[in-house]
Antibody, heavy 113, light 112 residues
Framework: QIQLVQSGPELKKPGESVKISCKASGYTFTNYGMYWVKQAPGQGLQYMGWINTETGKPTYADDFKGRFVFFLETSASTAYLQINNLKNEDMATYFC??????WGQGVMVTVSS | DVVLTQTPPTLSATIGQSVSISCRSSQSLLDSDGDTYLNWLLQRPGQSPQLLIYSVSNLESGVPNRFSGSGSETDFTLKISGVEAEDLGVYYCMQATHAPLTFGSGTKLEIK
């Protein structure tokens, strides 16, 4: 069966970096783009962008250009989201999704000094 | 960016009641390829979102047929014909016709 399994919760300090993984199984990884969505506590869904799993080319929504990086380890069917120079406003749950028909379980990132 | 306005923001329903949620777009969502990329998602408490309806009216596999979608251009509706207890959560519309993809602000369905 198709699954997207994300890494565990993270506790980081402002200014640090965090790397979140999303491991896909049950389908051909390179046949579908991988999308990233942010959900701040008690808030709605915010589109971050996506990565073309065939070419590795990322596309970022405007609010996520600069400190956010999408990349792949195709041999492991895994997509990654890295957030650099963490800020308080990055505290949220981050989801990966295969074209929104399959979602990861989400990763809660807490940013606290 | 395309703005999706969902109404109502909250909805309270009894079991068996039929309800509708509206999603209005600031631009037509009819794509040049003839498709309309308007989807509906449900996020149950503490869970990841799940896809209910894609391309306005197509029921995702495994989703009960009490859910239905309709609409065109800028006005879309999700209908639940006979709410069940498991339907509680937040419903989001999302569009993928225009970049960047955007989500509505959500409609919270509560069960009375």
């Amino acid at each position: 069966q198709i699954q997207l399994v994300q890494s565990g919760p993270e506790l980081k300090k402002p200014g640090e970096s965090v790397k979140i993984s999303c491991k896909a199984s049950g389908y051909t990884f390179t046949n579908y783009g991988m999308y990233w969505v942010k959900q701040a506590p008690g808030q709605g869904l915010q589109y971050m962008g996506w990565i073309n799993t065939e070419t590795g080319k990322p596309t970022y929504a405007d609010d996520f250009k600069g400190r956010f990086v999408f990349f792949l380890e195709t041999s492991a069917s895994t997509a990654y989201l890295q957030i650099n120079n963490l800020k308080n406003e990055d505290m949220a749950t981050y989801f990966c999704a295969r074209w929104f028909d399959y979602w990861g379980q989400g990763v809660m990132v807490t940013v606290s000094s | 960016d395309v703005v999706l306005t969902q109404t109502p923001p909250t909805l309270s329903a009894t079991i068996g009641q039929s309800v509708s949620i509206s999603c209005r777009s600031s631009q037509s969502l009819l794509d040049s390829d003839g498709d309309t990329y308007l989807n509906w998602l449900l996020q149950r408490p503490g869970q990841s979102p799940q896809l209910l309806i894609y391309s306005v009216s197509n029921l995702e596999s495994g989703v009960p047929n009490r859910f239905s979608g309709s609409g065109s251009e800028t006005d879309f509706t999700l209908k639940i014909s006979g709410v069940e207890a498991e339907d509680l959560g937040v419903y989001y519309c999302m569009q993928a016709t225009h970049a960047p993809l955007t989500f509505g602000s959500g409609t919270k369905l509560e069960i009375k």
